[in-house]
């Protein structure tokens, strides 16, 4: 029996109308959309978005989160309402530009979730704003573009430039979904309608920031790893996910001071739209310092590394719950990763 999490929220939390407020950092417009809680229990919750995410694609996730902790969703520059950003900027402008838009709507601290391309976001914030985040979940991340992945990429950005949206569509759906385990994959076929119809009516702005934020994580390929993040993250993807895999996501784990690692059950790349509901479960337990083990939605849960090991300079291994093996020596950053062991 899974075990979610069904506990009411605090007497009398009612979510308030959204406050959408525009920003402007370096000359480029960026916006952010507070919703608060009349009885939050836990800090702020910032959410970062992937490629083809805006500050309001959250619906599911930010209802449910809402039951303990304001929600903050933002469109930095590049993303949705944000102006297009130019290539050549790196992570540094937009963590920048994301926590300018928390100093402005009054919030110093927050926990953070971020979605595939906004987990390196996500990760540059906690490094160079650590007095800023408190914990942190990154969805479906790795350390840089995976080599297998480059040239698809760079061909359906070439589709892309030349307006040739159905081979753009086809070819995205196939770098970001695995297409062979896709009925292993719960509401699979769902969500790929649902991309397949996004990612085929994006408007022409949209079809720019797609190119420059794709330019962008080819340009800057590879995260800073040299400063470890202090804040207790959860690096989280889904058992058949082929474009982030499981190795990948816990190597990144083991990058930060304090690392746990899980794999979702029944869940490609885009888990977030696949298992909403145990995603935000997952999310909300982990900010709250609770345990994951004992929880039927995850195929494998572990804490990669404790800041007490080795005096914090090394990985490692305390396994809470696993059903699956994913341990053992994990590629570089320049090497091609080894098939998902499932």
């Given at each position: ?83 297009v ?53 990154l ?17 359906a ?106 794999v ?15 995603m ?7 900010l709250a ?54």
């Amino acid at each position: 029996m899974a075990l979610m999490d069904t506990r009411p929220a605090a007497p009398g939390s009612l979510p308030l109308p959204p406050k959408v407020r525009a920003h402007t950092w370096r000359g480029y417009h960026c916006e952010s959309r507070l919703v608060r809680t009349t009885a939050p229990e836990l800090p702020p919750l910032l959410v970062i978005g992937g490629a083809f995410q805006s500050k309001e694609s959250w619906g599911r996730l930010e209802r449910e989160a809402l039951r303990r902790m304001d929600v903050v969703t933002v469109d930095p520059p590049g993303w949705g309402a944000g102006s297009v950003l130019p290539p050549h900027h790196g992570a540094d402008l937009l963590a920048d530009a994301i926590c300018h838009m928390l100093s402005e709507i009054g919030i110093d601290r927050v926990n953070i979730a971020g979605g595939s391309y906004g987990t390196a976001l996500a990760y540059r914030i906690a490094q160079t704003h650590p007095e800023r985040v408190g914990r942190m979940v990154l969805c479906g991340t790795m350390t840089s573009i995976p080599v297998h992945a480059r040239a698809g990429i760079r061909s359906a950005l070439d589709h892309l430039r030349a307006g040739r949206a159905e081979e753009f569509t086809e070819e995205t759906l196939a770098i970001l979904m695995n297409g062979e385990q896709q009925d292993q994959v719960v509401t699979g076929a769902r969500v790929r309608r649902f991309l397949r119809r996004r990612l085929s009516g994006l408007s022409a702005t949209e079809r720019e920031q797609a190119l420059t934020n794709t330019e962008r994580l080819l340009a800057h390929d590879t995260l800073d790893l040299t400063q470890p993040p202090a804040a207790p993250t959860l690096a989280v993807t889904g058992e058949h996910d082929t474009f982030t895999p499981p190795e990948r996501c816990r190597q990144l784990a083991g990058t930060c001071l304090d690392g746990h690692f899980a794999v979702v059950a029944g869940a490609d790349h885009m888990l977030l739209l696949e298992r909403p509901v145990e995603m935000a479960d997952l999310t909300t337990r982990f900010l709250a310092g609770e345990a994951l083990d004992g929880l039927d939605y995850l195929k494998h849960v572990e804490r990669v590394r404790t800041p007490e090991a080795d005096g914090g300079a090394g990985p490692a291994r305390h396994p809470v719950h696993q059903r699956g093996p994913f341990g053992g020596a994990l590629p570089q950053a320049n090497e091609a990763p080894a098939p998902a062991r499932r």
